[in-house]
């Protein structure tokens, strides 16, 4: 259920009709209707099982909902709790091949410049595994300062092995992906720190 | 909205149960009427053949049995495709029972084979192209047990399903190709060949052999059947075993 | 550079760059089939006419057991770290991507076999060794496209290499038999060769499909 009015004019990015799940044979959640608008920042919160992940993917087109039905209006930009990392690659190489893997290339100058704001361009050079687990989860967001993203975003606990400066940092650029007309799906446990207001879509049992 | 025909109904647990409750005893009846008479004409009425002696008594037990190996993985690969088409449990359901029955009579078929080679070829076994596929047969049949065991969780058959169902129609997909290639090596190797020879059989024989095959069919019914009514009991508990999920949303 | 070619290629030089860089991914299995030729003689004794005679099928034997090492690995870390998320989200049929990520696999793991086999067959005292390797260049490719089918089988399976080796004979046992009639040589090997190469451009074309297939299952 929505705790702000639905705002009207811009086509909604996110349709769940009556969407219910299940996981290994037991139900997750039931009767779940959502339109999410340009813009707008949504919150999916619940205790541990509650099916936060199983939502995601279910947006992502990753797992097909039990019942009901998801429209997605276009292209999406996923990173999910196992970001797809691979060890022997290095933070430039990895960054640059998740671009090309969604669709959309990045030139080496784009890519060193999405690794500023992560505070990663220095250790461009190294390979994953020699970095902290703090640092791999950097390396995964960096995805979100390339250009040419696309409108809608699904994050699956971000602030996870994050710091409060790289916190306010993530903050600040879903901030300004929303005021420029993109939306975000996001799980997490705690509070981002946003500016702007946050929809909240809470699952579990009743 | 046109509505779905009546035959559907027996995919629902309410009506299936029943169904094949009233149909065991008389299965259970059928097969033990025919393999005692099919097996008593064959083992002590039946003149002795003019070849083979004794020994080709075990066809009686063979032929049945490869028929019933054979056809049980193809009915595992349909009820396969009907599962993963439609998404019923009970189509699910009926491939998991037919997979111990199907790999019993293959078994016995080697078995049989074997016991037929023997006095008639001096050899334990021979590898020849009918032997040999039904031996790969059976490996299927051991293969989509050991599967389905190993990533079913004890209240979620789904995974389980999907794998085991795949793998049942890629099996069945491969085995014309499977015995091609297996006919074509013998012809390679000119190896020795296990045929029943096509000379005349006594009326006491062709009766005893039909009368076994319906009394075995009616067994492999029977079991299948059974261990079908269990399996879907089972899931439906498990199933009433969660809570419902109450909207869920805050 | 349209979206399904970046993709394709970033697929590519990811599964590349990945497997190469763990040398254990692609040495093991040459040396495996290195290793069980040196079984051979060891087992069966070292005469020459009778080596020489069962060469072309222990071989083929071999490399079809080394096909199956390195199977487990194919996607189970993939699907572990998220990247089998990934690349089935990327704007490429997977069917394609299946078929990239199993010629990466193949082009690492089994031509250096197609190359190595016929070296090994010299020592096993075989002269003509063109229809070995010719085989082994259409049959490995076919092991590896079956491999990848019974992989994504048992990617949610609690079992190691054997339960995989069980599920994949059956299935695999007409490329042995058009693989090594055709690497015995003589009056059959043409139409074996022309039978492996029948049966390869079949899986070629439904073995990816069904890979992907099942593999949407299980991400499910």
Known sequence: MTTTPALTAPPPVLILQRVAQSRGGRPLFDGVDLALHPGQLLWVQGANGSGKTSLLRLICGLSAPRAGRVHVAQALLYIGHRPGLKDVLSVIEQLRSSAALAGRPCSEGEALAALAPVGLDEAAGLRLAQLSEGQRRRAALAQLWLPRAPRLWVLDEPLAALDTAMADRLAQRLDRHADEGGSVVFTSHQALPLKRPVRSLQLGWS | ???????????????????????????????????????????????????????????????????????????????????????????????????????????????????????????????????????????????????????????????????????????????????????????????????????????????????????????????????????LQARVESEARWPRALGGLA | MPAPWAAAAALARREWSNTWRQPAEWLTPLGFVVGVAAMFPLGLGPEPARLRELAPGLLWIAALLGSLLSLPRLFAPDLADGSLEQWWLAPLPRPLAVALKLAVHWALGSLPLVLVAPLLALAFGLDNLTPLALSLLLGTPALALLGGLGAALVLHARAGAGLLALLLLPLQVPVLVFGTAAANGGANAQAALLLLGAWLAVLLALAPWATSAALSLMLD
């Open chain 2, 1 to 231: 909205m046109p509505r779905p025909h009546p035959i559907w109904r027996y995919a629902s647990p309410a009506h299936f149960l029943p169904l094949t409750g009233r149909l065991l005893p008389a299965l259970w009846a059928l097969a033990a009427l025919g393999i005692g008479a099919g097996l008593a004409l064959g083992l002590f009425i039946a003149p002795s053949d003019a070849q083979q002696g004794e020994a080709y008594r075990i066809l009686y037990l063979h032929v049945p049995a490869a028929w019933i190996a054979m056809v049980c993985y193809a009915a595992m690969a349909f009820w396969a495709l009907w599962g993963l088409a439609w998404k019923t449990r009970l189509a699910f359901v009926l491939m998991r029972a037919l997979a111990p029955t199907g790999a019993l009579f293959a078994v016995l078929t080697l078995l049989t084979g074997s016991l037929w080679g023997r006095p008639t070829w001096g050899a334990w076994w021979v590898w020849d192209a009918r032997l040999t596929s039904a031996l790969l047969l059976a490996l299927l049949y051991v293969g989509f047990i050991a599967l389905t065991s190993a990533i079913d969780t004890p209240d979620d058959p789904r995974r389980g399903d999907q794998a085991g169902a795949l793998l049942a129609l890629v099996g069945a997909l491969n085995l014309p190709v499977l015995y091609f290639s297996v006919s074509w090596w013998n012809t390679l190797h000119q190896g020795a060949s296990i045929t029943p020879r096509g000379s005349a059989i006594a009326p006491q024989m062709l009766a005893g052999l039909l009368l076994a095959t319906l009394g075995f069919w009616a067994y492999a019914a029977a079991a299948v059947l059974t261990r079908a009514r269990r399996l």
